[in-house]
């Protein structure tokens, strides 16, 4: 019974449908063919407003790629301290950046707030001694599994914009947020000022298949020669492609979420007391004490350690296609 | 009637259904998959010895991958002027290895020779003045559809360790250059003195599926840090492998080339004197002139000119999915 | 009467006359002159064992040098949240290394513990998703005017040869703090675990010198290199060579640290509660508030705010030539 | 009795004075210096228009800065196969530009020509998957000691206008083209249509002093970080800023050129047909034969090689403080 990651589900039949369908025919490589040529449309009417969106295979490249688009290599990228991008890509922002500062920042439950970061910011004045802020990158969902509400995000925006900071997101598990807030993908997105998504699908069933997502036109600038130039630009663009217009179109992307999001749910109200944050999308952390984790193993849970070596908490991400049966069985484990 | 590229083409049957076969249940992400960790084995025995491969999704991220492992920052990659990490990559070798300098020298029909090379290698003597001398890349089948004979690599990756330098090979056609060379994949890479090969499958019917493939063991050092940081692991990295898997274990690398190769030998033919080039994989070159092109195009053939503006050639290729009828057509037409 | 920073102040008359007397007739260029010859030598006797010594025009460029050739590009660096490399070089250390990750640790007067250096290098364990540790920076004398004792030198190069990293030092103001400890330079450098230190000549007297010593001998690997490649090598060495010859053997470094450390302590003296930090070296750091700090000013003396806007801090920097009768005034002025 | 380089050479008595004479007084670091200030007026005097003009260290940092400033990643840099940024500086404008790729072309006499510029332009189309032509650099005096006409120059410029190209030149030896082709040095730089040049003192009469000049302004842009994150910004930056105010304002530029190109000019008369290049500027290439090379070794005149090792080619370089009586010596025995 695994939970370690949503990474470690299988893609959808919907996913595998799509990719058979547009196995048809030869079609221009390199993004030329009709299924890439309708993502600007399909995802534009998704969130709500005109979009330029790009293709990938995994999420670190949207992450990266769009960093590297908004922060010159001497900009300062300010995250929570435990953003994905600081912690789990083995420094490929400032790869991608050509050596931009990562700034962690602390903040409850995942969440960075607008009194850290300006005192973040300040630390930068404008001169050439200093890196120059360029980025907030905010995780929605967070990486401790909470959502930022809209008005949140509003106000770190606004702070951002006062600042000159562009906003990106990491929405490794943005469906999963958005189905948690029961809000429109546009309300914490563009209309809470986030200029650039990382849209995620690879975790809630795709095969492989990351959206970069700009809602601030001017900003798309050179990302394809840079897309192209870190070898992310697939030439058989049509089957990653095909992949993101069937989450989206076919509602894959609500599906999968609400039920790993409801399972999440379940678990963490089995947990009770031992809930470390609020469970807000779909994942879950608990303070167990090394005692209780050995029991669980023992009896067939699969999960990851959290935090410090002895510090006896435990992180549990149920994914779309968990079954119903394992959830039941940890959830009568942790009560 | 497109002849524009190989990657036009739709993938094979046999590697969507490995895809499919692979969908089933969690499994570990990021590479500790079954699939994954077959790899080394199953190419190990495709090629006769002990390898070390890593599965990608695109060509130019294993040849940028493999090119840094082997060049420091300061190295001097030596390659063909048509090469397509100097031609096709917008820069990419040099953004993955800190900014080596690509060396291009001529060669007839797109291979290098041994007295370029020298002359090139010469030039870079050992100081911090210059660049430092560190990779061959060779195109095996090459840019201009033609196939080093195991004597000329042979040859080559001789002189290349005489002078400390690592060779590597772009494979991203090596299925079509083994087919025509009638040897054993062993034959043209490892007995030969390759040192690290980009295995390229995507062309020769795979999805997206590439393998970076090190006969020289004591090369892969850093190449799995280099992966993560550049985006390029994948987190479901099961169905990459098992589209190599089945690539090399159904056969469909060998039919796929064979089939390719074949029309291509029956358009050169057709072409006669106006081949530009020795006909030894999927793509063929020829000298119409603009008029002939163009009735070419009006009789629905599509493909890519070749060369300066008003050169009047062509490049053709064909893709293991060619219409069998379409390709009769075209050699009616060029005879 | 300026208190900004040691490095508004003159060049030392010794050292004016070692570049004039370095002046004579033809030399090889690019540190192949009996100037530049001498370093390792001269400097190997004021270390008190065998060194590889480089010389350079700027203390930024020493300090991203010796990190990019202690770290790979997916490294982590640790350091003080204060320290010069983090906060005053505009990123230059991620440019030189490529983009390793430098990770600021908080610590009181500006040292690292081994605590939280401890803890920082667990969060970043040997697999691909994170940087991988590297290297530990100190400095020495801090940025906040205090010295590392040899026994706290001690244990974290102990702590640091125990995870695999590597100590570097940057020696901005090493002088000053050898002074202040009066301990043999070797000291708190190689006998105290120092793989690299960055030994600062500029604001102690010299012109524009500072070089890159290496006692791990092992470690200069592709120094050179790096240093050529970056515009780092002086065609005409001698010049910067002969100012840390004359640096090293006319005594200038301890005499000219000790007179600004002398009158730090006057200073500092005079601070009374008000001094935030001990005054180990040529920096006086002190509480006054907005009010106190504008009166200063209005009486002639300038100084640069420290900490955050409201803070109400100050910095006064001696430098080895600032006049005795403005330490006097000033000291007089902070009574 | 050396020949080998200019910048074996020593710093004119000018350049020394001008440094003791900035010695004076406490003065802010980093560049708002008074002398650092003057530079723009003075530089602007100098060349007869509005400038941008900052101090280095080197030339190696002037010509790679400027093309950092120029090029983005992803472009190509055009310059002659001999040209020092491809050949002498071991990859810097690749490490600075974060891996553009220089596109080496062949010239008589070491200069480009516009018909070898746009053949080279035209293999680079503007779509994502080759590098983006991005700036041609020319050197002014050339490596084979020629230098280009003002019509020349304006040609290429042209040329490079038309196809979106900036125009760079490697003026390390930028006084002798000057004083060989007796123009005002605006007619060989912006009037001639250059967009930045690299303005070396160092190789005639200048201890460490070059600045790169802007004469169009709206391409400073990030300068100044991408200087200070490479470590180039001197701290004590009026040492080199008085440098080279004294090197423009004292006339040294002119007379120290003068004089070397005359003695080159003698050398190359005395050379009559063994010289391989007009002598217009301060070195002379001849064809000497082996033999007759190691008769001048034999008789005490140093000097290096040139072209490849059998190719019995050498470079005599004249400096600035040449001794007469080692000049009419190697004119006697080369005649």
Known sequence: MRFYSDNTATAAPEILAAIAEANQGH?????DDPWTQRLDEVLGKFFGTRVRAFALATGTAANSLSLATL??????????EEAHIGVDECGAPQFFTGGAQLVSLPGEHGK???ETLRAAVDKHPANVHTVQPAVVSLSQATELGTAYRPAELTAISKLARERGLKLHMDGARFANACVFLDCHPGDVTWRAGVDVLSFGATKNGALAAEAVVFFNLELVRDFEFRRKRAGHLLSKSRFVAAQLLAYVETGVWQRNARRANDFARRIGQAAGTALLHPVEANEVFVHLGDERKAQLRNAGFEFYDWGPQTSGEARFVMSWDQREQDVTALAGALA
């Not at 079609?27 to 993004?31: D, E, L, R």
């Open 27 to 31: 079609t221009i490589a390199y993004g």
């Open 71 to 80: 922060s010159p290599p001497w900009g300062a990228i300010y995250a929570h």
């Open 112 to 114: 960075l707030t607008c």
